[in-house]
């Protein structure tokens, strides 16, 4: 089993659905985090989870709701997405203060018709 | 002000030669983090390389090396022997803390690198 995995690789949604990516990490590892990368911008954090327990929001839109049931599922709830908001959209994992390295997912390409 | 500049949008090299990826930082904390992902067009980050602001020596992984400047506050990737399969965006980031306690990495814009046969 790969470390990180992402479901669905692709997404292809309009303004007004409701989708929910998801994120599984085989690491043993007790934080999670929703990367947001656009085209021509630098990666940018979106949240942080550490043992389940939301530590960050980086001033997301309350479009995204992020949801962390166990220290190895992350998922990101999306609903009235705008065409901004197309993006490829990554998950990582990490050891708790151990400043240990984050490993990424695969990412999910998201497309907001 | 940007915390990780990567000045080379894009960078070509020969199969076989080495090369070298720019990157500066900025940080007034004394304990930080650098590490070096590559990204193929598939989208998956792949951690590279780590070099902590304490270590002595420069890190390396095989092919790869970083060639630490703590005084210039540079964390340059080198790559040798470079492979077709090297071909990727490259990117350097810093770990950094965050207000809630946590950390995040803080990412360069990136480079492109091709590899010509």
């Known amino acids: 089993e790969t470390g990180v995995t992402q479901t669905p690789r692709h997404l292809v949604m309009g303004m007004t659905n409701k989708k929910s990516l998801k994120c599984e990490q085989h690491l043993g590892h007790n934080a999670m985090y929703w990367y947001k990368q656009s085209a021509k911008k630098p990666l940018e954090l979106m949240f942080v989870y550490s043992l389940e327990e939301r530590v960050e929001n980086n001033s997301v839109p309350s479009r995204f709701s992020p949801e962390c049931p166990n220290s190895s599922h992350l998922f990101l709830h999306l609903h009235t997405l705008q065409p901004e908001d197309s993006a490829l959209y990554l998950c990582?994992?990490?050891?708790?203060?151990?400043?240990?390295?984050?490993?990424f997912g695969p990412g999910t390409r998201l497309l907001v018709l | 002000a940007q915390k990780i500049t990567q000045t080379q949008p894009g960078m070509f090299v020969q199969e076989k030669e080495a090369v070298t990826l720019d990157c500066t930082y900025d940080?007034?904390?004394?304990?930080?983090?650098l590490f070096w992902y590559k990204q193929p067009s598939s989208g998956e980050m792949i951690f590279l390389i780590y070099q902590g602001s304490y270590d002595q020596q420069n890190a390396t992984e095989g092919r790869y090396s970083l060639n630490f400047q703590k005084a210039r506050k540079s964390a340059n990737l080198v790559i040798s022997a470079s492979q077709l399969g090297d071909s990727a965006m490259y990117f350097c980031a810093m770990r950094e803390d965050t207000q809630g306690g946590s950390e995040k990495l803080v990412f360069g814009k990136g480079t492109k690198l091709t590899v010509n046969p």
């Open positions: 940080t007034s904390d004394p304990s930080y983090g």
């Open positions: 990582a994992s990490s050891r708790r203060g151990g400043r240990e390295t984050q490993y």
